[in-house]
């Protein structure tokens, strides 16, 4: 007959219950930080403050959608320190593929309609980016903020559709 002996754990049981703790904390850290890719909290009077839950949609015309800023405007996200990868901007779909957006001077056309007017300077007083030409958009969006100050397209121009990090609607 076989003895089992109940006095103390052996080095297997430890480490078995070790590995069951580490496999249970790193969910937790996967559920953790996969909670930012499903609810974000928007504070910028650019967009309606609140609370954005992300949906499962294609990208079209006024989806609300995020873009790392430190993708779309290096040099301000790193001047204003917006370098974190969790550092978003949340932006309005203005123009799709195959629409035309041109940037002269302070005017911002879509499809050869007046949409926007550029500032030079921002709220701070410090010189902001600026683009220009006409651009006819090929796998690309063109994103705006819904105040007349939003630091958005108008600045830093059409964006590639695959820095689109996903589909918003508050909440």
């Known amino acids: 007959m076989q003895r089992i002996s109940l006095v103390a754990p ?3 049981v430890a480490l078995g219950g070790l590995l069951t703790f580490a496999l ?5 850290f996967v559920a953790v930080s996969t909670l930012s890719d499903v609810v974000i909290y928007n504070a910028s009077p650019s967009m309606p403050q609140g609370i954005y839950v992300r949906m499962h949609s294609p990208i079209v015309r006024h989806s609300i959608v995020t ?12 001047a204003r320190r917006f370098t974190d990868a969790n550092d978003r901007f949340l932006k309005r779909v203005a123009a799709l593929d195959g629409d035309v957006v041109c940037a002269l001077g302070p005017l911002v056309t879509i499809n050869h ?17 600026t683009w220009s030409g006409c651009r006819r958009l090929d796998d690309q969006v063109f994103l705006i903020g819904d105040t007349a100050d939003s630091f958005d397209g108008r600045y830093w121009g059409p964006v590639a559709s695959d820095l689109i990090e996903g589909v918003w609607r508050r909440r």
């Not at 249970?24 to 937790?28: E, K, S, T």
């Not at 800023?69 to 996200?77: E, I, Q």
């Open 67 to 78: 873009v790392r800023a430190r993708d779309v405007a290096l040099n301000y996200a790193t």
């Open 113 to 129: 309609e007046l949409t926007l007017r550029r500032r030079t300077l921002d709220n701070a007083g410090r010189a902001l980016p």
């Open 10 to 12: 052996t080095r297997a």
């Open 24 to 28: 249970c904390l790193g969910i937790g």
